[in-house]
């Protein structure tokens, strides 16, 4: 529904070097990421009308920021959006490159996650704000609002932060609909009652995601509510639904996993004998690997989710697990068949009618692996 209003698709780089607003050159004080295997950011121009063009350039960094835009600019003329990060990129450690730099010296609006998800922006956001770029973090009605979970320590010099995943909680995501309606609305005043109808009409279908993922999480005995990832991306997830979390690694992938974080997960499995443990699509599988043979040599039992699950990047465009609603659709999905093939009793409700994305059959009609 989203992508049908799209309609020229542009390299941003092609479009970089050839409209002449983009010509600025990157601050001499920004760091330059040294990241080669990121693509080129891909640059989407909805076909533009004279008269009612925004002409509103906005850059994204995560995969949920970029959705939520596209979402709430549905229906403006002229928005082109350069989205920064694919699927199965991880925003913890992910540089932003020189074709990065560029395109966000060239934005009006750079929408972000926040609270340290993209731990290697930080001087590049400092310098774009200086130049009058407005930057908007999504996690910000959150943070304001007193429901981000606080506590946490990334490294020696950052203590006491935020989790940064506050979207895994719908009625987070709520509040980020409404904030970034708002600022839009300020950025660009001609199309604010757009971008107000859109928000209204979105948050109403969260409230259904919401009641339909929360009837299918807590359909688990409580006993049994256990999800065991790589890395610590789901207090939030699991804070909505009842659910209680084990990671192997810490809030970001910056620290490493050790030997002794995996044999307290490989205890914490056997323990509570938790009958599967999932991989995030951008993470390597490695660490869970591990802990899945190392509770075999000790006579436990545990096999691997049926499919991935979305942490921290969302699926590839143009797939139900590449839009918001799809991506914890697809995460409820994927943990109740999961725990279903591994004989829990799970009920999965019937997916609303009303809302604009549905599951494809590959995953509804999902077999359990051998
Ligand atoms: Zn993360």
């Known amino acids: 529904m989203i992508h ?22 990157a601050p001499t004080t920004a760091p330059v990421g040294d990241a080669p295997a990121a693509e080129p950011p891909v640059a989407t121009t909805v076909a533009t009308t004279e008269e009612s063009s925004s002409g509103l350039r906005i850059v994204t ?33 992910y540089q932003p490159t020189e074709s990065d730099i560029v395109a966000m010296n060239a934005a009006n609006m750079v929408v972000y996650n926040g609270l340290h998800l993209e731990g290697q922006f930080d001087t590049v956001f400092e310098a774009l704000s200086e130049q009058g770029v407005v930057i908007y973090a999504v996690s910000k009605p959150v943070k304001d609002g007193g429901f981000a979970i606080g506590g946490f320590t990334l490294s020696e010099s950052l203590v006491d932060v935020d989790d940064p995943h506050f979207w895994f909680d719908p009625r987070n995501w709520e509040l980020s609909v409404q904030g970034l309606a708002d ?64 990671a192997i690694q810490g809030l970001s992938t910056e620290d490493e996993a050790g030997v002794g974080d995996i044999q ?8 509570n004998a938790i009958p599967v443990v999932f991989v995030e ?38 797939t139900f697990g590449g839009t918001y609603i799809g991506m914890i659709a697809e995460n409820v999905y994927t943990i109740l068949q999961s725990y279903q093939c591994a004989d829990t009793t799970v009920e999965i409700p019937a997916w609303p009618d009303s809302l604009s994305v549905s599951p494809p059959a590959e995953i509804l009609d999902a077999a359990c692996a051998e």
């Open 264 to 271: 307290e997960t490989v205890d914490f499995v056997i323990d």
């Open 183 to 246: 600022a839009l609305a300020q950025v660009d005043a001609a199309n604010a009652e757009t971008y107000q109808a859109n928000a209204a009409a979105y948050i109403e279908e969260l409230g259904v995601l919401f009641e339909w993922a929360d009837t299918g999480m807590r359909s688990v005995d409580e006993a049994q509510r256990y999800l065991v990832t790589s890395h610590d991306a789901f207090q939030y997830f699991g804070a909505s639904f009842g659910w209680r979390m084990m």
């Open 4 to 25: 049908r209003a799209l309609k020229v698709i542009l390299l941003c780089f092609v479009l970089m070097l050839s409209v002449a607003a983009c010509a600025q050159t």
């Open 281 to 318: 699509s951008s993470i390597p599988p490695d660490t869970i690997e591990a802990v899945i043979e190392a509770v075999a040599s000790q006579g436990g039992d545990v096999r691997i989710g049926l499919r991935e699950m979305y942490s921290d990047a969302m699926g590839e465009p143009d």
């Open 61 to 93: 960094t995560t995969t949920q920021a970029t959705d939520l835009v596209k979402v709430l600019t549905t229906g403006v003329d002229g928005i082109e959006i350069t989205a920064l990060m694919g699927a199965g990129v991880d925003p913890h450690l």
